[in-house]
C-alpha cells in the first residue's frame, strides 16, 4: 500500500508538472500554429480540404456594433473586431465585472483551396442568440434573435454543414445578448471537413458523457457508503462533491444538459449551474475538514461558508446578467479559497497525515486550474478552460485517498477486533475456568454429600451382617454354648435381608452408570402387565403392613397381553413404592393405579402409572430436584430418612429411555403423586409368550429365610469317591474360590486355580467335568479360557459355567458365544450354583448313557451311534486300520494327538467305554455289514481286524446276543 501511495504522489507530482510546462506552449499555440484572420479575411487556400485538422475562426471579423446588417452593410466602412472576445470595448464594463449586453453583426470571408465542396461550422455553446447565414443562405440560428430585451437566449452546440460553389465562403453572423453579463463570440468557431469535425464532436460527447457518468457513479457511491456508516462524513461531503461537479460538467463543453433537455428554461437552467459553485465550495470545505479537523481553521471555514452561502442566494434572487457578472467579481476570492486549501494540504503532508502528499499534489494542481480559468474568463490570457480535466482528476485522488483511508481503517478495525476477540477469549476462558470451578465445587460437594449417605447406606446394612456373624461365629467357638435354632433363623434372616438390599443399592448403582455410557438397552417382552404389576405390589405388601401402612392396587381393564420391558418397569415401580412407603407414615395409604389411553394409530398404547401417598408431601421450591442425581430434600445429618439420592433419577432416566413422560404432583402435609406415562405396543399374534417370574424375589430380604433354603443341590448316591464327578473351580478371589469349592466338594471332587492360565493347565492335565469359572482373571480371562477349551480336541466336551459380576445381556451373548453352557451372575446363592452345576453333569450323564446304549445296543448296524466330531475321526480311523489286528491303544491315541490316557478319559466321558471297548464294538458293528455281504465267519473276522475267528464268534454273540452263524441264517431267512 506505501508504495501505490509513493507512485500515486509521483504521478500527480508529473501531472503538475506536465501542466505547468505545457500552458506556455498552449498560450504560444493560440497565435503561431495556425491562420489567423486579417481585416476580415481568412485566408485558406493552403488548407487541404481532407486535412484531419479543424481550423479555428480567429482573428479580426468585419463588426458591427448594435446593428444586423447584410453583407455589403458590414464591408461597406469596416470595422474590425478580434475573435474570440468580450464586447468590453462597446460596453465600458470592468473585466472584473462584465455587463456586456447589446447586439451586433459579425462577417468573416474565406478563402478556400478549392471550388464545390461541402464545408461544416461547428459553434461552441454560446449563452445568447444568434443567426447565422453562409453565403447570404441562413443555415442556423439559436434562440429568438431581437436587437432589445425580448431576445430569448439558447445554450446549443451545433455542428452545420453546407456546400460552397465557389472559392470563398462569406460568413454573417447576427448576435444579441441582453440577458447574460457576457455577450458575443467569446469561444472559437471550428471550420474545415465535416467528418472531421463530426469524430471531433463525438469523441467530444463521448468524453463529456463519461466524465459525467463516473461523477455521477462515484457520488452516489459514497452516499451509500455513508447512509451505511453515518458516523464518518468525509463519504457524504465527498458524494455530494462529486454530483455537483457532474452537474457543472452537464453545462460545459458540449453542453449536454441543454441537449438531453432541449425545452429546459433557460433561466433556471443557468441558475443550476451557478449554484454549483458555491456548493462545490462548501462540500470542499467540509470535506476537507473532516479529514484533517486539527489543520482547518473554524473561523476561516465559517468566513469561507458565509461568503459562499451569501453567493448562492445571490444566484437564487438575481437575473443571469447579475450574478454571473458577480461570479466574476468573486474569482479571486475563489483563487484565495484553493489557495487556503492547497495550505492545508501542505500542512498535511507536513504532518505526515494519512493521504496528505495525495491532497498537496491534488490540491496545486487544481489551484492551478482554478487560476488558469479565471484568468481566460477575464480574456486576461489566451489558455484553454482546464478546470474541468482537472477536477475529474480531483475526484479520482480523493477516491483513492478515500480508499486508503477505509483500508487503514479496516486493518485498524480488523487488528482491535482481533485484540478484542483475543481478549473476549481471555475473559470468556477465565469465566469459563470460574464457572468451572464453581462447577467443581458443586460436583465436589454433591460427591461429598452423596459419598457420606451412601457410605451410610453401606455401613448400616453390613454392620447388620458383620454383627451377627461375629455373634454367631463367637457362638461356635463356645462348646459348651447351645444354638437356638430360632435365634440362628433370626441371625441368617437379618445377613439375607441387608445383603439384598446392598445388592439392590449397588444394582441402582450399575443402571445409573449404564444409563449415563449408553449400554442401558430396550428389551422388550410379551406378557400380562396387570398381574406382573400385581406381583410387585404383593411383595411389598408385608413392609406396608409392618409400618401400618395401607397399600393398594387399582387396575383398570387393560389388554391381557403387552409388549414391554419388564426389568424397567419392574424398577421404576419398586423405587416409586419404596419411596412412597418410606415417606408414609404409620396410619396412612398407598395406591398404586394403572389405567390406559386410547389406542394410537401407531398400534402404540399409553399406560399410565401413578403412586400416590398421605405422606408428608414436597415443598414446591424442591419439586423441579428431585429427580436429580443425589437429591435429597433434606441432606443434613439429622434428617429423618435414610436414602442416597439416586432411586428417583433412576426413575427418570429409565422413563426417558422408555420414551415416557414424568409428572409431580404435592402437597406439604397431604402427600404426593407421581405419574409415570409409558407407551406400550401390542403384541405380533405370532410372538412368543415369555414366562414371566414372580416379582416376590424383589422384596425377599423382608421375608423370613428358611433354614432349609440352604440344603445343597441333590448329589449321586451310592457313589465311590472317586467315581464322583470332577469339577474345577478358576477363580482369583481366594475367599469365593474356598467358598464354592467348601460348597461343591460335598457331591463332587473339586480342583481349585486361582487364574485362567492355571486352571488351563489343569484342564489339559486332569480333564474335569465341567469347569466353573471367573471372567475377569489376570494372565488368562474367562473368555479366552473357554474358547481354548471349545477349540482343543482334547477338552471340547468339558462344559463350562461363566461366573461374573457382568450382568449386561452383551457380557452375557459373548460368553455363550465363546461357548460357555451357562452364564451365572454375581451375587448368586451356592443352591443355585450346585443347581446348575448338577444339571450340566446330570445332561452330561444322559448324554453319555444315551451314547453308551447306542453303542452296545444288541441289534446290529453299522453306524453304531448318532454323528459327532470327535466320535466321527475315530470311526475314519478305526476304518482305514479295520483289517489291522495288531491295532493298539497306544496306536489310536497317536492318530489322534492325544496320550492313550486323555483318550481313555475323554473317550470314557463322551460313551462310558473305553479305547479297547470302543474299538472291539465298532468292528462288530461292521461285521455284521460284511456277513450280510456274503462273507464267510473267518473270512470276517480277519477283515475285522481279530486274530481268531473263534475270538470274533465270543465276542459277536456276547453283544449281540447270537453267534456269528445264526446271525447269516436269519439274514438268509428274512431274505
Request: proline residues 5%.
Amino acid at each position: 500500500m506505501r508504495g501505490f501511495i509513493r507512485f500515486q504522489r509521483s504521478f500527480l507530482l508529473y501531472l503538475c508538472a506536465f501542466f505547468l510546462g505545457e500552458w506556455p506552449t498552449v498560450c504560444l499555440a493560440q497565435t503561431t500554429d495556425q491562420p489567423v484572420a486579417q481585416n476580415g479575411v481568412l485566408d485558406l487556400s493552403a488548407y487541404a480540404y481532407h486535412s484531419s485538422e479543424a481550423v479555428a475562426l480567429t482573428g479580426q471579423w468585419f463588426f458591427r456594433w448594435n446593428q444586423f446588417t447584410d453583407s455589403a452593410g458590414v464591408v461597406c466602412s469596416p470595422e474590425y473586431f478580434t475573435v474570440p472576445g468580450p464586447w468590453r470595448t462597446y460596453t465600458g464594463s470592468h473585466p472584473l465585472f462584465p455587463q456586456d449586453q447589446g447586439h451586433c453583426t459579425y462577417a468573416l470571408r474565406i478563402r478556400l483551396s478549392e471550388p464545390g465542396k461541402i464545408w461544416s461550422l461547428r459553434i461552441p455553446p454560446i449563452p445568447t442568440a444568434y443567426k447565422l447565414y453562409i453565403n447570404n443562405h441562413l443555415v442556423a440560428e439559436t434562440g429568438q434573435l431581437a436587437p432589445h430585451e425580448g431576445m430569448q437566449p439558447s445554450t446549443e452546440s451545433k455542428l452545420v454543414s453546407f456546400l460552397v460553389p465557389g472559392k470563398e465562403a462569406f460568413l454573417l453572423i447576427h448576435v444579441a445578448n441582453y440577458h447574460f453579463a457576457y455577450g458575443g463570440l467569446r469561444k472559437n468557431l471550428q471550420f474545415g471537413n465535416p467528418s472531421v469535425l463530426t469524430q471531433n464532436r463525438e469523441k467530444s460527447l463521448l468524453f463529456s458523457s463519461s466524465v459525467i457518468g463516473a461523477l455521477f457513479i462515484i457520488g452516489l457511491y459514497h452516499l451509500l457508503l455513508y447512509a451505511f456508516r453515518r458516523r464518518d462524513r468525509a463519504p457524504f461531503l465527498f458524494g455530494i462533491l462529486c454530483l455537483t461537479i457532474g452537474l457543472r460538467e452537464l453545462f460545459s463543453s458540449e453542453a449536454i444538459f441543454f441537449l438531453l433537455f432541449p425545452g429546459v428554461d433557460w433561466a433556471l437552467a443557468f441558475k443550476a449551474v451557478y449554484s454549483t459553485f458555491p456548493i462545490g465550495i462548501i462540500s470542499l470545505t467540509l470535506y476537507l475538514q473532516s479529514l484533517y479537523p486539527t489543520l482547518v481553521s473554524p473561523i476561516i471555514k465559517k468566513i469561507i461558508i458565509a461568503i459562499n452561502l451569501a453567493f448562492l442566494a445571490l444566484v437564487l434572487s438575481t437575473p443571469a446578467t447579475t450574478y454571473a457578472a458577480w461570479a466574476t467579481l468573486i474569482s479571486p476570492v475563489a483563487i484565495l479559497e484553493c489557495g487556503y486549501f492547497l495550505w492545508v494540504a501542505v500542512r498535511a503532508a507536513q504532518l505526515k497525515k494519512e493521504g496528505g502528499s495525495i491532497l498537496l499534489c491534488d490540491m496545486a494542481l487544481l489551484t492551478f486550474c482554478v487560476l488558469n480559468d479565471v484568468l481566460h474568463q477575464s480574456s486576461l490570457i489566451q489558455s484553454f478552460f482546464l478546470l474541468s480535466g482537472s477536477l475529474f482528476i480531483f475526484t479520482l485522488c480523493q477516491c483513492l485517498l478515500l480508499a486508503i483511508r477505509f483500508s487503514t481503517s479496516f486493518r485498524k478495525t480488523e487488528a482491535l477486533t482481533i485484540k478484542l476477540q483475543t481478549a473476549n477469549e481471555t475473559i470468556e476462558q477465565t469465566i469459563f475456568q470460574r464457572q468451572e470451578a464453581e462447577q467443581r465445587k458443586e460436583i465436589e460437594e454433591m460427591k461429598t454429600r452423596f459419598f457420606s449417605n451412601i457410605t451410610h447406606e453401606f455401613r448400616t446394612p453390613l454392620t447388620l451382617i458383620i454383627s451377627p456373624i461375629e455373634q454367631l461365629l463367637q457362638t461356635v467357638r463356645n462348646d459348651s454354648a447351645a444354638v437356638d435354632k430360632n435365634a440362628l433363623q433370626h441371625t441368617l434372616t437379618t445377613v439375607h435381608r441387608n445383603a439384598r438390599q446392598l445388592l439392590q443399592l449397588i444394582n441402582q448403582l450399575l443402571d445409573l452408570s449404564k444409563l449415563e455410557s449408553g449400554h442401558l438397552k430396550v428389551q422388550e417382552s410379551q406378557g400380562n402387565i396387570v398381574l406382573f404389576l400385581d406381583d410387585l405390589v404383593n411383595s411389598f405388601q408385608l413392609t406396608a403392613e409392618t409400618k401400618g401402612i395401607h397399600l393398594h392396587y387399582e387396575p383398570e381393564l387393560i389388554p391381557e397381553l403387552l409388549l414391554f420391558d419388564d426389568d424397567k418397569w419392574g424398577k421404576i415401580c419398586s423405587n416409586l413404592l419404596s419411596n412412597a412407603l418410606k415417606y408414609t407414615p404409620s396410619g396412612g395409604t398407598v395406591w398404586v393405579r394403572l389405567t390406559t389411553d386410547p389406542v394410537a394409530s401407531n398400534g402404540h398404547l399409553a399406560l399410565r402409572l401413578s403412586v400416590s401417598d398421605t405422606g408428608y408431601g414436597i415443598a414446591p421450591d424442591q419439586l423441579p430436584y428431585i429427580f436429580d442425581r443425589f437429591y435429597q430434600a433434606d441432606d443434613s445429618r439429622t434428617r429423618s430418612f435414610e436414602g442416597t439420592g439416586i432411586g428417583l433419577a433412576l426413575v427418570k432416566e429409565l422413563t426417558d429411555l422408555l420414551n415416557g413422560k414424568l409428572t409431580v404432583e404435592s402437597q406439604p402435609g397431604q402427600g404426593t403423586t407421581i405419574t409415570v406415562v409409558f407407551p406400550v405396543r401390542l403384541p405380533y399374534t405370532d410372538y412368543p409368550l415369555p414366562y414371566f417370574p414372580s416379582f416376590a424375589d424383589l422384596r425377599q430380604a423382608e421375608l423370613p429365610v428358611s433354614a432349609n433354603s440352604f440344603l445343597s443341590a441333590p448329589t449321586p448316591q451310592n457313589a465311590h469317591p472317586e467315581q464322583l464327578p470332577l469339577v474345577l473351580v478358576v477363580e482369583d478371589n481366594d475367599d469365593l474360590r474356598q467358598l464354592m469349592a467348601d460348597n461343591l466338594s460335598g457331591s463332587y471332587r473339586v480342583k481349585t486355580a486361582t487364574n485362567g492360565q492355571e486352571g488351563w493347565t489343569t484342564c489339559q492335565t486332569e480333564l474335569p467335568d465341567l469347569v466353573v469359572s471367573d471372567i475377569m482373571m489376570p494372565l488368562l480371562d474367562g473368555y479366552q479360557l473357554c474358547r481354548l477349551i471349545r477349540q482343543t480336541a482334547q477338552t471340547n466336551h468339558i462344559a463350562v459355567i461363566l461366573l461374573t459380576a457382568k450382568a449386561a445381556a452383551e457380557s452375557r451373548i459373548e460368553g455363550l458365544t465363546a461357548g460357555a453352557n451357562d452364564y451365572v451372575t454375581k451375587p448368586f446363592d451356592l443352591p443355585e450354583l450346585q443347581l446348575r452345576v448338577n444339571n450340566l453333569l446330570h445332561y452330561q450323564a444322559t448324554q453319555r448313557n444315551f451314547y453308551h446304549l447306542q453303542l452296545t445296543r444288541p441289534t446290529p448296524s453299522a453306524r453304531p451311534i448318532p454323528d459327532h466330531s470327535f466320535l466321527n475321526q475315530l470311526y475314519q480311523l478305526l476304518e482305514k486300520h479295520l483289517d489291522n489286528a495288531t491295532l493298539t491303544v497306544e496306536d489310536l491315541a497317536v492318530e489322534v494327538g492325544m496320550s492313550s490316557r486323555t483318550l481313555n478319559r475323554k473317550l470314557s466321558t463322551l460313551s462310558g467305554m473305553t479305547v479297547s471297548e470302543f474299538i472291539r464294538t465298532y468292528r462288530l458293528h461292521k461285521a455284521t455289514e460284511l456277513l450280510k455281504a456274503g462273507h464267510t465267519v473267518s473270512e470276517t473276522a480277519y477283515l475285522v481286524g481279530f486274530e481268531s475267528p473263534s475270538y470274533f464268534g465270543q465276542c459277536f454273540k456276547d453283544l449281540f446276543a447270537l453267534s456269528p452263524s445264526d446271525y447269516i441264517r436269519s439274514v438268509l431267512s428274512q431274505k
